[in-house]
């Protein structure tokens, strides 16, 4: 039976024990084909047919190439006449087209040179005046220097002279008068000095006194001193002789204007009489080209086609045929193979726990049955209790495997396979090409050769012409050049000269004529001797080179057409537009080009039938994954389970209901009206996620729950006699008093209304989920409302079972945090959930040191490797049972993180959210994308202390509160109507009673009187954030060797025979922590023991003082 004919349904059903009713006969005459009717027809076996069928289209091909071929031939030999011509001519084109290139040339000389004789006339007659000028400045410059300069000085000497006499003049008054005076006043003396000595007699002798002289007429002589009048007269005779150059100048211009005039002449009457000689320009001949009739390449290359052709088809049959044959060998093996399967597995078909479809598929195909098997992960035999998701697979499989879609799929696959083979071909005459390219390329180079040789020819000859008429020119031009350039240097030389004789006439013997022979050098002569530099240069340089024409001229087009990057169309060989390399390949190529196209055509239609069949693929697979994605209907939704969770050892019976019947065996996984229920066998579940077998005897129960039934308490006296008061049970979290009395009275009054001893509504009480929504809507920050985000529970445990009946389907992972709570593990695997563990860590020195439970931390590395594709759901508690931690913000939102990033759901165990110590916050009220994703889990017994009411409640988005209530609705349909009604008015009232802050004051108060009894023992504990338990770590409690521990006790971990031990010998009752582990982790916490606090103060005060018995079991 094909695979499309079976639908997929949704139950198997297999008994693994169950043997063969009847014996397995086979008659000798069958109305299905035996083993040997089978591998009769191994020859006609599809893929030797399919090989067949592509060895015919090969063979179809190869002889429409040949005939293709054929016809190549006969235009590449036309082709290749017409390109000899072509190229003849093409040879011959220097000879028509050297014609109009001399005369070009001749014309580019004549008018080169008619415009080098202007410029250069236009050049000359600019010196010319340039020099005029330039001279008349330089002299016209140097002779005010000169006038300035001799001006000036005469003036100075003449102001020297005048200011000199007035000077002597001034002087000889004062010196002659100052004379006199002093004459006159000695004089006087002079005559009282006389009288004196003639007053004086001596011995009657007089004294001789000569007479002074006259001095007046020195006197006079000296006032009357002048300078010569004609000191000055020279300096003005000088001024009145400066030369004014004028002779020089009109000397200078007359030499300076004769030479260009005589250039500029010459210039005029060469100009007007050049013409170019066309006779010494060369004319190539013409050349005819025979390489078409001369060679027989094009030939040889289609014979060595037509040889390749005749190869590939013998190579062709002898391979396809070898495999058409060698195909049978493995088709026949695999129809032995596939016979013995379905022999195999025939006794599916007689078996009851297998849908009889799902059987009959298994058996008629074995082999795409297999991979569905093997792509699921689904082992044979556990096929009836396969999972949606592995069923889901296997029904893609067979979809994607059905006759139709293998007829398909094989089609494709030939269409590809002839298409290789016709590639083959392809590939073997391209590989040939380079050859007939190469004997075109060889034409081309003829053509070229020929070309090249006109063209130097050419060249050469038009070369020498150009040389010899610049030699003409240049010799007249550079005479003409070099007389002006010596006649203007000797002109230059005269001016010089004369200037300088007529400056040492004038000056000569004077003290001006230094400076003025270097002010003449450095304004004229320095200026002169760059003139003369520059013009030495232009009598150097006045030569004309016309350029020589490229040796190429003819051929450079042609050149280029041939090169690697020039296109297609530009080939000289090609006609225009033509997008072949030349008219010769351009037949071949339109042979490949055609042959290409049909592969492709015959490759696009291959590829259309290979996406059918991948479309084919797409909606199988797709169709499945869409319903592994889209959530399946639960049991809370009353939806059909995924599975039947059956013991092996029992053979379950067939659903005997026909429409129950036929929605196992409908296609779109929809079930029918009836009870959607099974019956699941429970047995208790370990710490490790291990599933126990139900038939096995029960497991042993704590300590703290087994003391009544124990062997050795059996034969003791009572507890109160023992202990007085009994044993002080400070482990279990049992509240040792009532709710508040206004919860209490609230509760008496629901009893008497009749409404309130009625069915309440599925989803809770309205007034409750009202209360409750107006009492948590301050800490989401927003109006909760109370129809679709709040649904009323059994107590919290069962709000968090419906939670999992709701979401989790059998191979969803849900991730749990150890310690945890030990209800969790059973809501979990109730609907097939898988657990992963991921540990608290406790504080490293926990065992020597008290700190804060906020010390215990998450192992992120587990955690995040933890999280996978399966993962659907993570649990959370906070404050958390039993360590007291309240995880912090960061640490909710790293969590949180990690859920959106895996697209995880929430579930937050808040049932101790109205005792906190610390800053509390709440998971849902971090994002807006955290809050779509996230249950919050409530208890009102929890809150006030009335755990017996089972009333509890989930907080969270619509989308998710719809199904736990529906999930809710089917495990105990409604909770206790009058006690809902009592919690709404504890709600209501709460506040007003002031009842939480009086909570958490009382129970901070309890948790520091008990801690008081570890301080003064020494004992380290965690001081917890939340809640109301302790965990102590009894490390230093030395346990009595040899003790006698009952055997339900003496092989669990240390903190079970603590727990014993302290209820026997101190009368205290304590949780041993590992109770909350696997026991992979047990160790962490098995020297903790759990104390809840929520007892009376008596309990507490007799709890504290026999655990100071402790002090004696001290480890010395």
């Given amino acids: ?242 030369p004014d150059f004028a002779g020089v100048k009109n000397l200078t211009d007359q030499v300076i204007r004769f030479p260009f005039e005589e250039v500029k002449s010459l210039v005029s009457n060469f100009s007007g009489n050049y013409t170019f000689n066309r006779d010494l320009f060369p004319v190539p001949a013409k050349v005819q080209l025979t390489f078409c009739s001369d060679s027989d390449g094009i030939n040889d290359f289609f014979n060595h086609l037509d040889q390749l052709m005749d190869l590939g088809k013998k190579v062709f049959v002898a391979v396809l045929v070898c495999l058409a044959i060698a195909a049978m060998f493995p088709m026949g093996w695999r129809e032995i193979k596939r016979y013995r399967k379905m022999q195999a597995r025939m006794p599916l078909v007689m078996t009851a726990a297998y849908d009889p479809m799902d059987a009959t598929y298994l058996v008629a195909r074995p082999y795409t049955s297999s991979v569905g098997l093997w792509l699921s992960r689904t082992p044979l035999y556990r096929v009836p209790n396969a999972t949606r998701n592995q069923t889901l697979i296997r029904w893609a499989v067979a979809y994607c495997t059905s006759d139709a879609a293998l007829f398909v799929l094989t089609l494709a696959l030939a269409g590809f396979f002839s298409c290789l083979c016709q590639i083959i071909l392809l590939r073997a005459v391209q590989t040939k090409i380079p050859a007939l390219s190469n004997e075109v390329g060889a034409f081309a180079d003829k053509v070229i050769s020929n070309l090249n040789n006109a063209s130097n020819s050419w060249q050469q000859g038009v070369s020498a012409a150009l040389e010899h008429e610049s030699d003409i020119i240049n010799g007249q031009l550079l005479g003409w050049v070099n007389t002006s350039a010596h006649t203007i240097n000797n002109t230059i030389n005269t001016f010089v000269n004369a200037t300088s004789t007529v400056l040492n006439d004038t000056f000569g013997g004077t003290p001006l004529y230094t400076p003025i022979m270097d002010v003449l050098n450095c304004l004229v002569l320095l200026k002169v001797q760059g003139i003369q530099t520059g013009l030495t240069w232009i009598s150097d340089n006045a030569h004309v080179d016309f350029p020589s024409l490229p040796n190429d001229t003819f051929t450079i087009g042609a ?256 991730i749990v945090f150890e310690p945890f709570f030990d209800q969790y593990l059973s809501n979990i695997e109730m609907p097939g959930g898988t657990i992963r563990y991921v540990p608290m860590l406790p504080p490293k020195d926990g ?118 209530a529906a999930a809710h609705t089917r495990i105990c349909y409604s909770s206790v109507s009058p006690l809902q009604e009592a919690a709404a008015i504890a709600f209501e009232q709460a506040d007003q009673e002031g009842f939480w802050d009086t909570q958490i004051s009382e129970m901070r108060g309890k948790i520091q009187r008990f801690c008081a009894v570890f301080d003064e023992l020494d004992i380290p504990y965690s001081i917890p954030e939340g809640g109301y338990f302790v965990l102590a770590n009894l490390a230093k409690v030395k346990l009595p060797e040899g003790y006698a521990f009952p055997d339900h006790v003496k092989d669990r971990p240390r903190d079970f025979k603590m727990a014993w031990f302290l209820i026997m010998e101190l009368g205290v009752a304590a949780i041993p922590p590992t109770e909350f582990y696997t026991d992979a982790n047990a160790p962490l916490a098995e020297d903790y023991m759990r104390f809840a606090v929520c007892k009376t103060d008596d309990v507490l005060e007799t709890a504290k003082e026999r655990l100071r018995g402790l002090s004696k079991y001290f480890d010395k």
Avoid at 802 to 812: K, N, R, T, V
Avoid at 908 to 914: K, L, N
């Fill in 1 to 242: 039976m094909p695979a499309g004919s079976h639908e997929m349904g949704e139950h198997y059903y297999y008994d693994q024990d169950q043997s063969r009713t009847t014996p397995h006969t086979v008659p000798s005459i069958t109305p299905y084909l035996g083993l040997r009717a089978r591998l009769s027809q191994v020859p006609i076996n599809r893929w030797t047919v399919l090989l067949l069928l592509v060895l015919a289209r090969t063979l179809i091909a190869i002889s429409s190439m040949k005939s293709d071929l054929s016809s190549a031939r006969r235009e590449a030999l036309s082709a290749c006449s017409d390109v000899e011509s072509i190229g003849s001519t093409i040879a011959s084109m220097p000879h028509y087209m050297s014609q109009g290139v001399n005369e070009l040339t001749a014309k580019g000389v004549e008018k080169a040179v008619d415009g080098l004789m202007a410029v250069t006339t236009m050049s000359v007659t600019a010196t010319e005046e340039i020099a005029v000028f330039v001279w008349n400045m330089m002299t016209s410059t140097y002779l005010c220097l000169i006038t300035y300069g001799i001006h000036g000085a005469l003036d100075g000497v003449s102001s020297v002279l005048n200011s000199s006499q007035a000077d002597i003049n001034a002087l000889t008054k004062s010196v002659t008068g100052e004379i006199s005076d002093a004459i006159g006043s000695f004089g006087t003396a002079y005559d009282d000095l006389v009288e004196a000595v003639d007053s004086i007699s001596a011995f009657g002798k007089t004294v001789d006194i000569p007479t002074l002289p006259n001095l007046t007429d020195q006197q006079n002589a000296l006032t009357s001193f002048k300078l010569p009048a004609n000191l000055s007269g020279p300096f003005v005779e000088l001024n009145q002789t400066i």
């Fill in 559 to 814: 050149l280029a057409s041939l090169s690697s990057n020039a296109s297609a169309g530009d080939s000289f060989l090609s006609d225009p537009g033509d997008q072949a390399s030349d008219k010769i390949t351009e037949v071949v190529v339109r042979f490949t080009s055609a042959l290409e196209q049909t592969i492709r055509t015959e490759a696009l239609v291959a590829t259309v039938i290979f996406c059918v069949w991948l479309a084919v693929v797409c909606i199988g697979f797709g169709y499945a994954f869409m319903k592994m994605t889209r959530r399946h209907r639960t049991r809370g939704e009353g939806g059909t389970p995924p599975m039947q969770q059956l013991d092996r050892g029992v053979a379950p019976t067939r659903p005997t209901h026909p429409t129950s019947m036929s929605s196992r065996a409908c296609s779109d996984f929809t079930s029918d009206n009836q009870d959607r229920f099974v019956d699941i066998p429970l047995g208790h579940v370990s710490n490790s996620g291990r599933h126990v077998d139900p038939t096995a005897s029960p497991p042993a129960l704590p300590a703290y729950k087994e003391r009544e039934h124990s062997p050795v308490r059996a034969g003791q006296t009572d507890e109160k006699d023992q202990f007085g008061d009994g044993v002080g049970d400070i482990g279990a979290d049992q509240g040792g008093y009532n709710p508040p009395q206004f919860v209490i009275d609230a509760a008496k009054g629901a009893l008497d209304r009749v409404d309130c001893n009625q069915y309440s509504p599925t989803k809770g009480r309205p007034r409750l989920k009202k209360a409750i929504a107006d009492a948590y809507s301050p800490f989401f920050g927003r109006k909760l409302d109370p129809d679709t985000e709040v649904t009323i529970t059994t107590g919290a445990n069962e709000g968090m079972l419906s939670a999992f009946m709701g979401f989790i389907e059998p191979g969803d992972e849900v």
């Fill in 847 to 964: 065992a020597t040191r008290t700190s804060s439970a906020s010390n215990w931390t998450i192992d992120w590395d587990a955690l995040e490797k933890t999280f996978n594709d399966k993962t659907k759901m993570i649990v959370i508690n906070s404050p958390h049972n039993p360590v007291g931690k309240v995880l912090s913000k960061e640490e909710l939102r790293r969590i949180g993180d990690l859920c959106l990033k895996h697209k995880v759901l929430i579930l937050s165990d808040e049932v101790y959210d109205r005792l906190y110590y610390v800053p509390f916050t709440r998971m849902a009220t971090l994002s807006p994308e955290l809050a779509k994703i996230t249950l919050t889990v409530g208890s009102a017994g929890k809150n006030f202390y009335a755990t017996g009411w089972r009333v509890g409640y989930l907080i969270g988005p619509a989308e998710l509160i719809k199904y736990v």
